[in-house]
């Protein structure tokens, strides 16, 4: 009989303890799926904007000049008559010679050994023809800040940024609007700008623009 008694209570006293867990479950889960959809449909803000924007601009990685040393001869790849080589002279990177057949003896200059060890990121690679082959970085790309974000849906929207090359010693060589390149005649500046990643490294602030989307995963870049 006591026993009984006691099961009876103890029953009494869980049920609405379950409940009560029940309610605070469903009330927890309910609140959970509004926030989720709040922030489905929530505007891009300015700060995760900046934060796509900023690895848009990573995505290319630096501009790269390309050059070899050693005997280098004219092919479909490198043309050393080429104005970067003249250039790279020019600033006291590299040493030419003139070799037969429109070749060039391209020896590295010390103080051009100086510049490019102070550089992150270049690579050296012995070629078959035992020319070296070198990438050097000229400039990376930095956020300035956002201008604009202009929601053009619950889940598209179209970003506005500014943005500035910062170049290196090597860049400072590159750009476009310094005194060694604006001594080349037209031809030669234009083959610079588009084929040896000449830039205006020093110029005003650049903006570009961005078409994002919302997808499960957050927001990403339209693919064009």
């Known amino acids: 009989m006591f ?41 891009l803000s300015a700060q995760a904007a900046s934060v796509i924007a900023a690895s848009a601009l990573e995505g290319p990685g630096p501009a790269v000049i390309h050059f070899r ?46 510049v490019i060890t102070t550089i992150h990121g270049v690579r050296k690679s012995k070629a078959a023809d035992g020319t070296f082959s ?12 956002i201008s604009s974000v202009t929601m053009n849906g619950v889940n598209s929207a179209t970003v506005e940024y500014n943005w500035k090359w910062v170049p290196n010693q090597m860049g400072d060589l590159f750009d476009a609007g310094g005194s060694l390149v604006r001594g080349f005649n037209l031809w030669d500046r234009e083959t610079l700008i588009k084929k040896y990643e000449a830039d205006f490294y020093h110029g005003s602030p650049m903006r570009s623009t961005l078409a994002l989307v919302r997808s499960d995963q957050g927001w990403r870049i339209l693919a064009q």
Do not use: N, W
Not at 18 to 42: D, E, K, N, P, T
């Open 69 to 114: 040393t050693g005997l280098v001869t004219p092919s479909v790849t490198e043309r050393p008559g080429d104005p970067h080589y003249r250039l790279l002279e020019k600033g006291g990177i590299v040493k030419l010679a003139k070799a037969p057949h429109g070749g060039e003896i391209i020896s590295l200059t010390a103080g051009g050994e100086r």
């Open 3 to 43: 026993e009984a008694e006691v099961e009876m209570e103890r029953r009494s006293t869980f049920l609405p303890m379950l409940l009560m867990v029940c309610l605070v479950s469903a009330i927890i889960g309910m609140f959970a799926y509004v926030v989720l959809q709040a922030r489905a449909r929530a505007p």
């Open 134 to 145: 070198y990438e050097v970085p000229l400039a990376d790309r930095q956020l300035l800040s």
